[in-house]
């Protein structure tokens, strides 16, 4: 008997809520004139929070650019391939060691911050991947090509 006055209620109350709401607010919120101003609001917040966005990056890229990185000096090549250094991977065909991978890690940040378009947390992430995967290669490769040239 409880259950079913509890039942009732609960029924009772749902069907108020649900008049209001649709007496009340569903006619403001989506009648064509409300959601046409809505949308022209959402526009220009998006408009202004973008260019705040764009400043935000260029100042932290400016920052970002003379800093040395590390994840185009341990693999130059992967790096200039992955960022699309395009004409600047010709470097890594000097043959004096480790000259490829410190002009790589002095202007990688400039190079690869000229073309990139995406958010700057998603560029210092990547560079985080970068130096990771570095690390990993080089402690695989290194002893490898050590072993290669003391061999001869």
């Known amino acids: 008997m409880y259950i079913f006055a509890l039942c009732l209620w609960l029924v009772f109350v749902f069907g108020l809520l649900f008049h209001l709401f649709k007496k009340y607010l569903y006619a403001d919120l989506f009648n064509k004139e409300n959601l046409e101003k809505r949308r022209?609001?959402?526009?220009?917040?998006?408009?202004?929070?973008?260019?705040?966005?764009?400043?935000?990056?260029?100042?932290?890229?400016?920052?970002?650019?003379?800093?040395?990185?590390?994840?185009?000096?341990?693999?130059?090549?992967?790096?200039?391939?992955?960022?699309?250094?395009?004409?600047?991977?010709?470097?890594c065909l000097i043959p004096i060691p480790l000259l490829p991978n410190i002009i790589f890690g002095i202007n990688a940040n400039k190079w690869a911050l000229a073309k990139y378009y995406r958010p700057i947390e998603t560029y210092i992430f990547e560079q985080k991947l970068f130096i990771i995967i570095g690390i990993i290669l080089n402690l695989i490769f290194l002893p490898l090509i050590y072993e290669t040239i003391a061999l001869k």
């Open 40 to 91: 022209l609001e959402i526009q220009k917040e998006k408009e202004y929070l973008s260019q705040k966005q764009i400043a935000i990056d260029l100042a932290e890229g400016n920052k970002i650019a003379n800093k040395f990185n590390w994840g185009a000096f341990l693999i130059p090549l992967l790096w200039g391939l992955y960022f699309g250094a395009g004409k600047n991977l010709l470097i």
